[in-house]
């Protein structure tokens, strides 16, 4: 098939995905809250005997309280350890056991708060109980059973994710097999045991070093996050600062859940060959015990105005890479979907602007890539490129020939027709997730988690589609601004003695 004619046909099924399709598909949606505050959206398709279940919380890295960077990640693995009745040999034994751990925790550390007075041999002898008490309370731990019940009943995909903004939970199951999961995720919820807490920091801190090798990408884009945010904790990784997750505790995961994980801060989707009635009832037997309590509270640092142009090195003797970072409002602004347009025109594929400038035409790129919303999008971001530079070209050459791209871009109208491929391809892209029990499911959970209405998943359809010309020059010249900007590069440490650095700033 060839792609006009394939354009062709996503055009018209893209374009019939609006109002008169929101109608149809609602009458396959059942919606239904408890009374705990806790809100189901269950979608019914009956092709295959399977059912996809989507949960997610509105509690994310950003959530993490100040000191205590890493906390939504790893209580995100805790969710994975069990309850009192599965995961445990002898939960009464273990219960003592955890407890036990705690206590020996507690006297090394108010020895340890002592400062220069501590007395280092007291607090080396606490440390060695301290490994003897966690080594007791996992003697009591069946490993994996929680996961393992749910691959025997032929669960598929199951997996978890921890952003700055949420935390989602996720897997697929036979249709029969429906009332294991509700079971199973409310009782996770309901009876958190936090077994195995100090062995999976080992854990995510093995995660952050190998994420964030010297010189690696990952140690570049956690520069150029925290060179880019002054005080919002967008600035932190989702893995946590090494020296906060050493100093995690299990108390404190308690208390991270709860305050986040209460009923109304939480939404399923659950999609597939589902009885509505029939999952509505299982939800009150199951979810219905949970207590109600208050909504945590929003995040109320606010990130100061950027006065100028940022700047972080890193050195690398690896392949160079370039970030440049634009600051721009929430997912929330009426330009959200103006923002998304522009991604795509500069980087959405062979035709798009940068990949055709710096790829194609004068190869000083190897990979150009922008991205509308980085590192989330539920409180002011950045609208973001990635590049790459190709062998024997450099960081300033790169800077330099995106710096007159994006002057020329906001100084022009995209043509209508180059307007139109792209939001073609953008709904495409959500017509494909939707195609997929899993890919609804989370979708239907992620917008009513930041919207309060699934619906918004139909309506952004539309805002992308009012998008025009105009509204993409106006966001372009007042985004790509030298004062919002944020520069991170590699650099080898022979090139940073010898070379100038780029300066970090627009030439617009």
């Known amino acids: 098939m060839n792609g006009t004619l394939l354009s062709l046909i996503l055009l018209f099924f893209t374009a019939t995905l ?87 925790y507690d006297q090394m550390e108010a020895e340890r708060n002592k400062g220069p007075k501590a007395d280092q041999s007291k607090v ?20 994996n059973e929680y996961t393992r019940i749910i691959e025997e009943n032929g669960g598929a ?51 952050n070093r190998m994420r964030n090798q010297p010189g690696s990408p990952g140690e570049l884009l956690r520069d150029f996050v925290a060179t880019a945010f002054a005080a919002f904790p967008y600035r932190n990784p989702p893995g946590g600062w090494p020296s906060d997750v050493d100093n995690l ?14 009923p109304a801060n939480i939404n399923i989707a659950i999609v597939g060959d589902v009885d509505p009635g029939q999952a509505r009832r299982l939800a009150e037997r199951y979810f219905g015990p949970m207590p109600a309590r208050p909504l945590p509270p929003l995040i109320h640092t606010v990130e100061p105005p950027q006065d100028g142009p940022k700047l972080a090195l890193v050195e690398s003797q690896s392949q160079p890479l370039f970030v440049a970072g634009f600051k721009r409002p929430s997912q929330y602004d009426k330009d959200d979907a103006v923002f998304e347009v522009i991604s795509l025109v500069l980087s959405g594929g062979r035709t798009s602007v940068l990949y055709k400038d710096m790829v ?57 027709q180059t307007l139109q491929r792209v939001k073609t391809k953008a709904r495409a892209a959500v017509i494909r997730r939707l195609d997929s029990n899993a890919g609804l499911a989370s979708l239907l959970a992620a917008d009513y988690g930041s919207y309060g209405d699934w619906r918004k998943l139909f309506t952004e359809l539309d805002d992308l589609n ?17 004062q919002n900007r944020t520069v991170a590069f590699t650099v080898s440490p022979r090139t940073l003695q010898q070379a100038p650095a780029p300066t970090g700033g627009s030439r617009q």
């Open 249 to 262: 505790r299990r108390g404190m995961a308690q208390a991270f859940f709860d305050k986040y994980y209460v």
């Open 124 to 143: 080396d002898y606490l440390g060695m109980q301290l490994k003897q008490a966690i080594d007791r309370a996992e003697s009591q731990v069946e490993p």
């Open 360 to 416: 194609q035409q004068k190869k000083i790129a190897l990979e150009v890539e922008a991205l509308s919303a980085y590192p989330s999008s539920r409180y002011p971001n950045l609208f973001v490129f990635f590049i790459a530079p190709a062998v024997g070209h450099s960081v300033e050459e790169n800077e330099k020939e995106l710096d007159d791209l994006l002057i020329q871009f906001a100084a022009q109208k995209t043509d209508a």
């Open 466 to 482: 009012q998008v025009t010309a105009e509204d993409i020059e106006r966001v372009a010249r007042e985004c790509f601004a030298a």
């Open 18 to 104: 609006g109002a008169q399709d929101l109608k149809e598909f609602e009458k396959k949606v059942t919606e239904f809250t408890l009374a705990n505050g806790l809100h189901f959206t269950v979608v019914e398709r009956h092709e295959a005997p399977v059912v996809s279940f989507h949960t997610l919380v509105n509690a994310g890295s950003a959530d993490d309280p100040a000191g205590e960077t890493g906390l939504a990640h790893i209580f995100e693995h805790m969710a994975f350890k069990g309850t009192e009745t599965i995961g445990t040999k002898n939960w009464p034994a273990e219960k003592k056991a955890l407890q036990d751990v705690e206590d020996v």
């Open 157 to 207: 995909g199951l997996n978890a994710d921890t952003s700055f903004d949420d935390t989602e939970y996720f897997y697929s199951l036979p249709s029969n097999r429906i009332e294991l999961w509700f079971l199973l995720e409310s009782q996770r919820f309901l009876h958190p045991v936090f077994r195995e807490f100090y062995k999976e920091r080992d854990v995510v801190q093995e995660e």
